[in-house]
C-alpha cells in the first residue's frame, strides 16, 4: 500500500482504488479523482520533495496512511459485520474458537482449492447468505449439484472465472430460490454466454444475474470510441 | 539328445506363431519393419510368392487369457477393471473381439445417455451410485498421459419420476429403500410438484420422485472413446471380428447326489473376419459375453441352452433385442433450463437436448406393439399415436412441437426379470456373463464390470454383491424383479 502512494507512474492505479477512500482530505489529496490534474502535479511534486528531504514529514505521512487504512477496514464490512480473515501464514486467530454457536453468514471462498468432497464443509451451515466461489479450480458441474441444501438461505452465490462450470452445471441453480445475486461472468466453459445468462435469468426470475458483458461480441464502428475497460458494465 | 529335445520342445513353443504376427510392444513400428524385409526380399528373389510373409495384423493373437466377446461399454468396463485389478502388471493378457468397429448398432451408442439411482433393487441403487462416483473421477481412473482430458458433457439435472394413484404405494417404498443406500431422492406432492415446475399439468399423478444428485444425463460415446483409449494404453488388444464358434472340452463329474454332470469349459474361441471365410483360433481360459443384444446367439455357441428344457442345460439365455426408438424435437415455448428427465405414469420420457429448445424421448412399447427388431428402422407414426398425445397431455406447451430427427436402438432385454446376468454359467464354467441389462446397462456398466473382474480374479464378487444376478436364476425360477423401467 505504501509503494501505491509513491512514485508519479502509479498514481494511475490509485485512482481506481480511490472511490473506495471516499470522503478523505488531508495532505495526501487521496480524493484524486477531484482534483485536476495540473495541480496535483505541482503539489505531488512538493510534497516528495519534502518526503524525500525530512524524515518527519516521511513518517507524518506513514502515521496519517494507517489511519486511512484502518477507516478502510472499517468500510470493507458484510452488512455490518466484519470479514474474520486469515493472518499472513493463512491461519486464523485463536479468537475465533468463540464464535462457534454463531451461525456463519457469509463465506469467501475465491480462489481456494475445494472440491466436490470439500463442499461437505459447507453445506452443513444452514444460514450462510452469500457464497463466493469465485476463480475456484476444482469447481465443476459436479459440485454445483450439491448445493441445494442451501436453497433456504443462499442470496448471493459467485462462481465468475470457475474454469469447470459450464451451462449444464447452472441447471442444478434452480434448486436455490432464494437466491438474489448471481455471478456468472467469465466462465471459459459455458459454450454460448449470451444463450446461457438468458436461460438462467428465465430459470431464477427473482434473481440478478450478473455475467455478460453484452458489449463484447459486437464490432466498434469507426465513429465509437474504445470503451474505458475500468466502467462499470451495462447490467 | 538332450539338445534335440530341448529343441523340439523349444521349437513347439517359439516358432508356433507365424513370422508377422503382431505380439503388440515388441518393439517399435513392428509393422513397418517387417514390410522393409518384405520388400529386400522381394528384391532379392524376384520370384517369391506373394504370400512369403503374410500380413496378420488384423487378426486377434493366437493366446489370449480372457476373451471379451462385445466391445461395447460393458465390455470394455470388464476388460478395464481386469487390467486395473490384476496383481501383477502385464499378467493378463485381454482381447476384446467386437464385431462393428463403427459401432452402428451397438446399444451404447445409441443411448439415451441417462444415469439413475431410481432403482427398487438395492444391487441396482448401489451399482448406480458407484458408476456416478466413477464418471464424477473419470478423469482420474481413465487417465492416459499426453492425452487431453475427458469431458463427458454431464447434465446434474436429476430425474422426475411420476407415479398414478396405484403405483403410488410401490414409489413410496422405492425411495424408502433408495434414501436407505444413499440416493438423494425426495417425495414431491403433486401441489409440490407444480410449484417446482409449473409446466407440469399434474393430473393423474399422486406422487412424484425426484432425484437430486448424481442423477442426469452424459454423452455414452466420450465413455466409450475413453475407455478405448486407456484400455490401449494399458496393453488390451482390440480385433475386428466375429466370434463364430467356441471349442469346448468336457468333463463329466458327480455330484453329491449322484448325479451326472457334464462340466464344459471352452478352450478355443474361432474369430471370424469381416466379408471373408478367415478366422483366426485363439486359445483362451476365460470367455466374457458381453455381447448385448446377441448374447443369446452367443450363449448358444457355447452349447448354453442345449438340452431337454426345464433342465438346467436346457435353461436357454433369456436375452432378446428389443427395438426402441428415440424421437428429437424442437419446442421453443418448451420447459426451461431446469428441466429434469421426466418420466411419465404411462411410460413417456423426455428431457432437454442442449440450449437450443429440443427436447429427446420416446416410450417404450407394450408386449403388443414390440417393433419387429430385425432391423434399426424408425416408425414415426409410433411417435404421432403413442408417445406424442402423453407427452402433450403432461406437458402442455408440447401440443406444438416439430421432430426433427429420430433413431432406433437395441434393448439387450432380459425377458425373464429386465435385470442383468452377471458371473459365470453352472455348466459352461469358464464363461462369464455381463449383458441382458435391459436398458440401463449403460449406467450400470463401471460398477458392474468391477463385480465381473472380481469374480475372476477372486472367486466372489468384493464391493457389490451381485449374487441376485446369477445365471442359476433362471433355471430355479427366483425372479428378481425391477419394477422401475424405462
Known sequence: ?235 | MIRRVLLHGLGRGLLTRRPGTRRGGFSLDWDGKVSEIKKKIKSILPGTPRDLLPDTSHLPPEHSDVVIVGGGVLGLSVAYWLKKLENRQGGMRVLVVERDHTYSQASTGLSVGGICQQFSLPENIQLSLFSASFLRNINEYLAVTNAPPLDLQFNPSGYLLLASEKDAAAMESNVKVQKQEGAKVCLMSPDQLRNKFPWINTEGVALASYGMENEGWFDPWCLLHGLRQKLASMGVFFCQGEVTRFVTSSQCMLTTNDEMVTLKSIHEVHVKMDHSLEYQPVECAIVINAAGAWSAQIAALAGIGKGPPGTLQGTKLPVEPRKRYVYVWHCPQGPGLETPLVADTSGAYFRREGLGSNYLGGRSPTEEEEPDPANLEVDHDFFQEKVWPHLALRVPAFETLKVQTAWAGYYDYNTFDQNGVVGPHPLVVNMYFATGFSGHGLQQAPGVGRAVAEMILEGSFQTIDLSPFLFNRFYLGEKTQENNIM
Open chain 1, 1 to 235: 500500500m505504501w509503494d501505491l502512494v509513491l512514485g508519479d507512474r502509479r498514481i494511475n492505479s490509485l485512482r481506481l482504488v480511490a472511490p473506495m477512500w471516499n470522503g478523505t482530505r488531508g495532505i495526501h489529496r487521496l480524493g484524486g479523482a477531484v482534483v485536476p490534474e495540473g495541480n496535483q502535479k505541482k503539489e505531488r511534486t512538493m510534497l516528495q520533495f519534502l518526503t524525500d528531504h525530512f524524515y518527519d514529514v516521511e513518517a507524518l505521512r506513514g502515521y496519517l496512511l494507517q489511519r486511512e487504512m484502518s477507516k478502510v477496514h472499517l468500510k470493507n464490512r458484510f452488512r455490518d459485520k466484519e470479514w474474520i480473515r486469515p493472518d499472513k501464514y493463512g491461519h486464523f486467530s485463536p479468537e475465533f474458537w468463540n464464535f462457534r454457536e454463531v451461525p456463519v453468514e457469509a463465506v469467501d471462498a475465491s480462489d481456494c482449492e475445494i472440491n466436490y468432497e470439500g463442499l461437505d464443509n459447507l453445506l452443513l451451515l444452514k444460514e450462510l447468505q452469500s457464497l463466493s466461489l469465485q476463480r475456484c479450480p476444482h469447481v465443476d458441474d459436479w459440485c454445483l449439484s450439491r448445493l441445494y441444501p442451501l436453497a433456504d438461505s443462499l442470496q448471493e452465490l459467485s462462481l465468475a472465472g470457475c474454469p469447470r462450470v459450464s451451462e449444464r452445471g447452472l441447471a442444478c441453480l434452480y434448486h436455490l430460490q432464494n437466491l438474489r445475486r448471481l455471478d456468472i461472468s467469465d466462465l471459459p466453459a459455458v459454450s454460448n454466454p449470451g444463450l446461457t445468462q438468458i436461460l438462467v435469468e428465465e430459470m431464477l426470475p427473482n434473481c440478478q444475474v450478473v455475467g455478460v458483458n453484452w458489449a463484447e461480441g459486437l464490432k466498434l464502428g469507426p465513429e465509437e470510441q474504445p470503451q474505458d475497460p475500468a466502467s462499470p458494465v451495462p447490467a
